[in-house]
């Protein structure tokens, strides 16, 4: 999952300056994902590790009048982890400077 950017993608800098742009901007969020949501036992573990438990999970989503549901399977290991990141991030409360 990390980059090497020794190794670029294009022979044009404009191109590898914008490339190293997002993806420093897409770790600096996912690092305030990490310290702002995360369970405290996940919050030391690798991106590739969080995105595994995490976000690669198969759910189904419910919808009713008032709700939006995501049901686990049973077997889902991380379903606790799952559902508290899920209230750790309803209880954020949004700061305007």
Request: include cysteine.
């Amino acid at each position: 999952m990390y980059r090497n950017f020794a190794s670029v993608s294009s022979h044009r800098v404009v191109v590898n300056a914008n490339c190293l742009q997002v993806h420093a901007l897409a770790y600096n969020l996912f690092n305030w994902f990490r310290r702002l949501s995360l369970p405290a036992n996940m919050k030391n573990q690798r991106i590739d590790t969080i995105r595994l438990k995490l976000l690669k999970v198969a759910a189904k989503v419910v919808h009713s009048a008032r709700y939006t549901v995501f049901k686990l399977c049973s077997s889902c290991p991380y379903k606790k982890e799952f559902y508290e990141t899920l209230s750790n991030i309803r209880g954020l409360q949004l700061q305007l400077e």
